[in-house]
């Protein structure tokens, strides 16, 4: 879009300089200078939400890789965790065995 901007602001001085030699009092040049007028309007609209849409999806985007890197680091970790879970001995029935067993699941 915003390659297009120098074109479309070259017709709209174009279009300027052909009303400026129209009289402006005959009821033709009003109602092409308000069609004009329309016509950037929804032009400006037009543009601002490209923007906004470019904006949303360079967000999007952005999401999009911070997710896909905490699905790698959780698919790097799992298989860890896993493996040291499958380890583990049974829990004790002995209460210093037990803080021992907790000390080094929290050392994991």
Same mark, same amino acid.
């Given at each position: 879009m915003e390659n297009q901007?120098?074109?479309?602001k070259s017709l709209?001085?174009?279009?300027?300089s052909l009303l400026d030699k129209v009289d402006?009092?005959?009821?033709?040049?009003?109602?092409?200078?308000?069609e004009i007028s329309d016509v950037g309007d929804k032009y400006k609209d037009y543009v601002d939400k490209l923007k906004e849409r470019k904006s949303k999806l360079q967000d999007d %985007? $952005?999401?999009?890789?911070?997710f896909q890197k905490a699905v790698q680091e959780l698919e790097s970790w799992l298989p860890v965790a896993t493996e040291n879970i499958a380890s583990?001995?049974? %829990? $004790?029935t002995e209460p210093d065995t037990v803080k021992k067993?907790?000390?080094?699941?929290?050392?994991?």
């Amino acid at each position: 879009m915003e390659n297009q901007e120098p074109g479309i602001k070259s017709l709209d001085d174009r279009l300027e300089s052909l009303l400026d030699k129209v009289d402006e009092k005959t009821p033709e040049a009003q109602m092409v200078k308000h069609e004009i007028s329309d016509v950037g309007d929804k032009y400006k609209d037009y543009v601002d939400k490209l923007k906004e849409r470019k904006s949303k999806l360079q967000d999007d %985007i $952005s999401n999009a890789e911070e997710f896909q890197k905490a699905v790698q680091e959780l698919e790097s970790w799992l298989p860890v965790a896993t493996e040291n879970i499958a380890s583990l001995q049974p %829990i $004790s029935t002995e209460p210093d065995t037990v803080k021992k067993q907790l000390e080094d699941l929290e050392v994991r």
